[in-house]
């Protein structure tokens, strides 16, 4: 079996976390081929599809019993990849990026032309971050291209934190693979935060990081 050793940095070697790259690589064909899969990330198990798979990111909705006017967030491997995706980077963005990414703040940019609907839902912004956590970047690498990223749990229940818990929720319909990375510490979602309309972030949604560290960091004012 393939595995690859993630080693944070400042941490002793015990903490390495193992991938197990053979499952990696399963969820990632099953991605390619229009399915969705569930997967770790730093704050819950997400839901995955190919963002340019509009039948596969439909199916989120269904799977999640998701109202349709609520857009799905994506992970990305490298700012890079924010080239398609949004149509501007906003200097507050560039700092918020470089402090908290990878890692749990998804940041709202002006939405890129041409995406599939779920991805903005009308609103002509989307939410992209990094994830920290080696079991989402390895998919999200192995895959190529953007990833959703919305927790696995029915809609209005609390996150799922390991795998067992997204069984025992999203079984009708059921994700076509599920990347068990071990359970997580916690099921905090991520903070979300807009930046698309100036440059003083808009907490939208409360998460892991406070609001106050957000504000911070746009304003390069040291913790």
Request: glycine fraction near 8%; charged fraction near 15%; proline fraction near 10%.
């Amino acid at each position: 079996m393939q595995q690859m050793i993630i080693q944070e940095e400042n941490t002793p070697p015990l903490s390495a976390v193992y991938v197990d790259m053979s499952a990696v690589s399963k969820a990632a064909d099953v991605l390619r081929h229009g399915g969705v899969v569930a997967f770790p990330t730093e704050t819950s198990y997400g839901l995955g599809a190919a963002v340019d798979n509009p039948d596969a990111l439909r199916h989120i909705y269904e799977i999640k019993k998701r109202p349709q006017d609520k857009p799905l967030l994506v992970l990305i491997d490298s700012p890079a990849r924010l080239d398609g995706l949004v149509s501007s980077i906003p200097p507050v963005a560039g700092r918020l990026m470089d402090h908290f990414w990878p890692g749990a703040l998804t940041i709202l940019f002006p939405a890129g032309p041409g995406l599939a609907w779920p991805l903005h839902c009308g609103t002509d912004k989307i939410g992209v971050r990094i994830s920290s956590n080696p079991w989402a970047q390895a998919l999200v690498e192995k895959l190529g291209m953007p990833v959703t990223a919305t927790s696995a749990n029915v809609s209005g229940r609390p996150p799922a934190a390991d795998a067992a818990e997204v069984r025992q929720q999203l079984s009708s319909p059921a994700p076509d693979f599920i990347l068990d990375g071990g359970p997580l510490s916690h099921g905090t979602c991520s903070t979300i935060v807009d930046v698309a309309d100036g440059a003083v972030p808009k907490i939208i949604r409360h998460g892991v990081i406070p609001p106050e560290e957000v504000h911070r960091a746009a304003m390069h004012v040291n913790s």
